[in-house]
């Protein structure tokens, strides 16, 4: 069986970023999180942290 882990982080009722574990990094659904995206994706350890979570499921 398969397992898809999605990270969403919402502000003011908005989706601004997701982690999606099939696309295996943060993607901006706003401008709001363009900047954070590119940021989670340059920390390393936080990003394998974040592609380590589907196995937790």
Do not use: M, P
């Amino acid at each position: 069986q398969r397992v898809r882990f999605l990270e969403r982080h919402i502000y003011n009722r908005e989706e601004f970023v997701r982690f999606d574990s099939d696309v295996g990094e943060y993607r901006a659904v706003t401008e709001l999180g363009r900047g954070i995206a590119e940021y989670w994706n340059s920390q390393k350890e936080y990003l394998e942290d974040a592609r380590a979570a589907v196995d937790t499921y």
